[in-house]
């Protein structure tokens, strides 16, 4: 019995003598010697990891903004764009369509896709020739007719990025709003000068007044002469005065030639 207890005694300085002296105030100095290191080591490694996730947004950001800079031309210029400015249109006709380089060259954007189309081959073969007509002919004479076609849909639809056109108010009391009516120009042009009634004739509203005055004197006085369509127009023009072709100059400019409508998005029923 006495041996049992011991043995039971003695087990404490068995465990005791495992350890070398000093082990337990060892003990305590490691704890208070690697807690800090550790702490150290592991902000260390996470600011680390933070600061290279900085570095590859930061990179990435660079190689972004390298291919953007790259596809920039691309992006701002649709392909129309693009063969609207490789044929030098926008040098007279302004890149927006809307701001000609002489009051008296004509307001391009959102005009009528059959009357552009009609005018650029009639400019080139030389039909109409009338006032600065010539300055363009040079320019077109090697543009091919398929570049026509894309153009003056580009024109119609494109030019001008929805920008308004038509300078100030309309007047409808204004001298040039009553003859607009009266001298029957509404049967062709529409009420409000951009429906005409067929798909070769102009949109005559947002015209600058000049470039207008010109085209009726021209109409008048048989100078412009491309076609069957201006000679419509001329059977009535020798009714109208000088005058009032200015009157009437002054009312087209202010109408407004509204972008298109955008087309209609179809309601789905489920
Ligand atoms: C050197 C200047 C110049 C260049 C370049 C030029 N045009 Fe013109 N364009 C004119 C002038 C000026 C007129 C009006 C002529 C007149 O006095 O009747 C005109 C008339 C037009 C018309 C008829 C407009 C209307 O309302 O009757 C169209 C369409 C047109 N240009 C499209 C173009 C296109 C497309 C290009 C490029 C392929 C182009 N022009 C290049 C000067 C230029
Ligand atoms: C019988 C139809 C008809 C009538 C009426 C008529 N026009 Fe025209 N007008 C035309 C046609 C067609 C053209 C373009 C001809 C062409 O080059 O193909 C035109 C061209 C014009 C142009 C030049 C447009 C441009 O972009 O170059 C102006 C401005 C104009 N008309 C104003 C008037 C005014 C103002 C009246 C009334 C006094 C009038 N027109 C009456 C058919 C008509």
Known sequence: MASGFESLDSEPDVLIAKCPPGAESMNRYSRIILLPILVVMVTGLLSCSLESRDERRARARERQGIILAALEPLVVDSPSMQLYKSHTCNTCHGDDGITPLLPSYPVLARQNEGYVLKQLREIKNGERANGQSSVMAAVVANVPDEDFVVLAAFIADELGDGAPIGKGTPDPESPGATLFKRKTCTACHGKDAVTPLLATYPKV?????????QQMMDIKNGIRANGMNVLGMK????????????????????MPRPAPEPPAVEETTE
């Not at 015209?207 to 005055?213: C, M, V």
């Not at 005058?243 to 009437?248: K, M, R």
């Open 205 to 213: 509203a947002g015209h600058g007044k000049e470039y207008a005055i």
């Open 235 to 254: 059977g009535i023009m020798h009714l109208v005065t000088e005058e009032e072709i200015g009157q009437l100059a002054a009312y087209l400019e202010t």
